[in-house]
């Protein structure tokens, strides 16, 4: 229950793509640093972490986090920062492990007055898809997160619904595999940063934790169904 933890391994090096200015010095152009909010297990078993700094990629883990490396492609340069990974629901009509998971890389974007942005990948995030606006869900600048409610075969999504303002912290539903989120609520008219996961003892309630001004930070809490 993580009580207790062993002792730090640095990883840094194995998740640093070549080419990177390896120091985060607050410029555009450097670093390689995880995004903010959580990484993922994959069905499949890997461990996946969403990073950027010059670009979003990914850093993944096929032996339980003993060793790491960084994916083969990189996405969107220094305006496509501070993403999240999920896996997305296979066809209602596709056997199990029928063919390799899907998974979906939701991402802020950094250009004013844009949507927010997602690409998939079929590789266990190895490569990735171009870059795709989503034309109902508005950014301004602000990291969001991504989960899924598997009793609601649906994507669930927060973010700050705003072009130009951290304001109004949101939750939406997908039931397109992440085309569109049409379902929304507000959770607080405050905003920032967000990660979002299913809590509860049945999983169907949705945890936001997200900035509220100043130091504040919230867990606010949504019924899904």
């Known amino acids: 229950y993580g009580l207790s933890w062993g002792a730090t391994v640095n990883v840094s090096s194995s998740c640093m793509r070549a080419g990177t200015n390896p120091k985060f010095d607050g410029g555009l152009l450097s670093g390689n640093t995880p995004a903010d909010g959580c990484g993922m297990q994959v069905s499949t078993g890997r461990l996946i972490l969403p990073m950027y700094g010059q670009w979003s990629s990914t850093c993944y883990s096929d032996d339980h986090g003993r060793t790491w490396q960084h994916s083969k492609a990189v996405l969107g340069g220094v305006l496509a920062t501070e993403g999240e990974i999920t896996e997305l629901f296979p066809p209602a ?78 939750v939406r539903l997908s039931t397109d595999n992440g085309r569109t989120f049409p379902f929304a609520a507000l959770v607080d008219p405050a905003s920032g940063y967000s990660t979002v996961q299913m809590i509860g003892p049945t999983e169907d309630t949705i945890g936001v934790l997200y900035e509220a001004g100043g130091c504040s930070l919230v867990l606010g809490k949504v019924q899904a169904a």
């Open 93 to 170: 009509s596709s056997p199990p492990a029928a063919a390799p998971p899907t998974l979906y890389f939701t991402i802020r974007n950094d250009q004013p007055h844009l949507p927010r942005q997602f690409a998939t990948s079929t590789d266990g995030g190895d490569s990735w898809s171009n870059l795709t606006g989503l034309t109902d869900v508005r950014d301004p600048d602000c990291k969001g997160g991504i989960t899924r409610w598997d009793s609601g075969r649906a994507l669930v999504l927060s973010h700050a619904d705003s072009c130009d303002a951290r304001v109004k912290t949101t």
